[in-house]
Each structure stands twice: as structure tokens, then as C-alpha cells.
């Protein structure tokens, strides 16, 4: 049976460069996740983890891969709520290429592809919730790459 | 079985009515559609259009429901000549406006 997994693509007008500073910079982290921060060094092998304003642990990984600008993987689990963290690890990667290039709309753009699959048979309600999550974190950071504004508060 | 499905969604910092009219206006679509002219202005019943770039005609397709500027459903059957057979879907578009406030 296939492990649950959720895809979500979205274009960017940014360069990769900048894209990729985005999402491994926690203060800018901070500014599109709801005022979630994570905390790395963003380097293979290294510790990785999301936490609230009050420095309470959302949830908790380490770095599988860490290509700039090209390709961030994270192994995440939750850690705050009994039923996601029971559904264990899953797997996040996060995809940067460059957008099909069409001269006449709008110049260049960036593709971001986030696949998060669940690693255990019972990974189903975490990525479930991400598929909720991912929507609202992206559409913030696509806002603010492109126009220097998140699209909404929660 | 139940039938394939794709659902994307996203989050846009502008009133439902301002994406309303560009999910259904020809001079809003062409600038995001990669020059497209979409129109879907009319109610259940009416016609779905899209002209390409080029001034060929792509869609005429069904509007199955509008409810300004909540929810819109097309039929979905693109007249690309490669194609012939593709069988007919639909598209639903739904707009909720959301509680939070911009930056």
C-alpha cells in the first residue's frame, strides 16, 4: 500500500537564490509561518526544528539534504499535538527549478515543489494536516517574495 | 471507483469579487493566462469561451453554476486538435474570504 504524500506546486517571481534564502532564514520563516521560526543550521545531518513565539516545540527533524538553491529535504515530525506526533516521521522535500520560460507574460519564475510524505503506514492524519498547512504557508511566502507583503494573517 | 480529481488551493491577498471577475472576465485572463481569453460572465446555462493568443477558439464549454462571487463550475472539454477524444470534466472554483488582515 502507498504511503500517504501531498504535492503542492507553486510559481514564484523570484530567483532561486532568493527563494532559497526564504525558506531557510528563520526570521523570514517567522514573517510567512504564522510566527513559527525554525531553527538550523540547514546542513545535512544536521538538527532541524519549528517552534512557537512562546519557544514551545511545534515539531522536530533533522536535514536529510541541503542543496542550494536547488534542494532542501527534511525529515519532520510533530511534536506538540499526541495524534500528528503518533503518526511518526514523514519526509518534506522541497523542489527548486526554474519556471518554463514564456518571454511575452511577465519574464522569469521560479517552480517550487514541496512533496511531504508520510514514512510510517499510519502517517495519514500529519499529512493530512500538512496538506491544510502547506496552502497558507506558501500563498504567504509567494505574497511576500513577490510583493514585499504576506496575503493574510491567521 | 471515484473519479480522478485534482484540488489546488490558494491563498490571494484580494476581495472574492476582485478574483471573481478575473476567473471570469477575457481582459483580466489574458494578462495570467498566458494570453488567454477566458470569458465566463454569463449564468448556468451560458457559454464558457477561451480564444488563444493566436484567435483560435479553445473552449465552449457549459457554465453548470455561478454564484457570484462564490462558486463557479464549468464543463471542461478543450478543442486543441490533438485531442479529439478527450472526455469532458469540470472545473469548481470556490472563493471564501478569510478572517485575517494583510502584513
Known amino acids: 500500500m502507498s504511503k500517504p504524500k501531498f504535492v503542492y506546486v507553486t510559481y514564484i517571481r523570484t530567483t532561486p537564490e532568493k527563494l532559497w534564502a526564504a525558506l531557510t532564514d528563520s526570521q523570514t520563516i517567522k514573517k510567512y509561518w504564522f510566527g513559527i521560526t525554525a531553527e538550523s543550521d540547514w546542513k545535512s545531518g544536521s538538527p532541524w526544528s519549528l517552534k512557537f513565539e512562546d519557544g514551545r516545540t511545534a515539531d522536530t527533524g533533522e536535514i536529510l539534504e541541503a542543496d542550494a538553491p536547488k534542494r532542501l529535504?527534511?525529515?519532520?515530525?510533530?511534536?506538540?499535538?499526541?495524534?500528528l506526533k503518533a503518526a511518526g516521521f514523514t519526509r518534506c522535500t522541497m523542489q527548486i527549478e526554474m519556471a518554463e520560460y514564456y518571454p511575452n507574460y511577465g519574464g522569469k519564475a521560479?517552480?517550487?515543489?514541496i512533496t511531504h510524505e508520510a514514512e510510517e503506514?499510519?502517517?495519514?492524519?500529519?499529512?493530512?494536516?500538512?496538506?491544510?498547512?502547506?496552502?497558507?504557508v506558501l500563498s504567504n511566502l509567494k505574497?511576500?517574495?513577490?510583493?514585499g507583503d504576506i496575503a493574510f494573517k491567521a | 471507483m471515484s473519479k480522478p480529481t485534482f484540488a489546488y488551493v490558494t491563498y490571494i491577498a484580494a476581495a472574492p469579487e476582485k478574483v471573481w471577475e478575473?476567473?471570469?472576465k477575457p481582459d483580466l485572463s489574458e494578462k495570467y493566462w498566458f494570453g488567454y481569453r477566458v470569458a465566463a460572465e454569463g449564468k448556468a446555462g451560458d457559454l464558457m469561451t477561451a480564444v488563444s493568443p493566436a484567435g483560435k477558439e479553445m473552449h465552449r464549454d457549459p457554465i453548470i453554476e455561478s454564484d457570484p462571487?462564490?462558486?463557479?463550475?464549468?464543463?471542461?472539454?478543450p478543442m486543441y486538435k490533438d485531442m479529439p477524444d478527450e472526455l469532458p470534466s469540470r472545473v469548481t472554483f470556490e472563493l471564501?474570504?478569510?478572517k485575517g488582515r494583510r502584513g
Open chain 1, 110 to 113: 521560479v517552480k517550487l515543489t
Open chain 1, 143 to 147: 505574497s511576500l517574495l513577490e510583493s
Open chain 1, 121 to 136: 503506514e499510519q502517517g495519514g492524519p500529519m499529512i493530512e494536516a500538512v496538506s491544510g498547512g502547506w496552502p497558507k
Open chain 2, 96 to 98: 471564501a474570504p478569510f
Open chain 2, 69 to 77: 462571487p462564490r462558486r463557479l463550475i464549468y464543463g471542461w472539454k
Open chain 1, 73 to 83: 529535504v527534511i525529515h519532520w515530525r510533530n511534536e506538540f499535538k499526541p495524534e
Open chain 2, 22 to 24: 478575473a476567473l471570469t
